[in-house]
């Protein structure tokens, strides 16, 4: 699940709990593996999991990569600040460093998770579960470096683009400035029908509380 491709298109990265060999038979915690190519027109190669320093026994989750390699991703490790939170582990010299966990001015003693970073590494977009003055459920956050390379206190994306519903899974084309998310945002109204088909179509079409994807234009200033 929750697949992310490098900004140069050659390694396409992902969540997943199949075993490390073919030979097992029973599932594990959640590891980040990828797929390489050379280019573009290459063909992708076997599964390679990410181990160590990135992959623990706790579970890792939601990959996202800067043009520089860094990795940001998500655990539920229980040196934490919360439940779940956001760790970083840098690219130096060819080879990833251990993980570090972001600071509070990303994490909280809450749930924080679906972090993507944006190719330059300056803000960072994620989702923060029932946190004190959001709209309710999980919000969608961003965070911006500052001057000094620090992170900046994460800040409500607002309520055109959250609801009091769950809104997660961001992810930002920052050629065309747009936004797209998963929200669960639910409007539906007691209407009349003439048929079920109707009823089923409404349903499936319309807000209906389940996950959906979305998208907005949005322009990110520094």
Do not use: H
Not at 177 to 186: A, G, I, M, P, V
Not at 195 to 203: R, T
Request: net charge negative.
């Amino acid at each position: 699940m929750e697949p992310f491709l490098s900004p140069d298109q050659t390694k396409l990265y992902f969540a997943s709990n199949r075993p490390l060999n073919d030979s097992a038979s029973t599932a594990k915690d959640y590891d980040i593996w990828y797929v390489k190519r050379e280019n573009k027109n290459s063909p992708w190669s076997a599964l390679i999991n990410m181990g160590k320093p990135i992959n623990s026994k706790n579970d890792e989750f939601y990959p996202s990569v800067s043009a520089n390699n860094n990795l940001y991703f998500t655990s539920d490790a229980p040196g934490g600040i919360g439940q779940d939170d956001i760790y970083l582990c840098e690219y130096r010299n060819g080879t990833y460093q251990e993980a570090k966990l972001l600071g509070p001015e990303i994490n909280s003693t809450g749930y924080e998770f679906n972090a993507f970073i944006s190719k330059n590494e300056d803000f960072l977009i994620y989702t923060k579960y029932n946190s004190e003055g959001g709209l309710g459920s999980g919000d969608l956050y961003i965070s911006k470096k500052d001057k000094a390379n620090q992170w900046s206190r994460a800040e409500n994306m607002g309520n055109t683009i959250n609801t009091k519903f769950m809104e997660y899974c961001p992810f930002y084309d920052e050629v065309n400035e747009t936004l797209y998310f998963t929200s669960k945002r639910n409007s539906i109204q007691p209407r009349k029908f003439e048929s079920i088909a109707g009823l089923n179509q409404y349903l499936s079409e319309s807000e209906n509380g389940n996950s959906k994807i979305y998208k907005i234009g949005l322009r990110i200033k520094e």
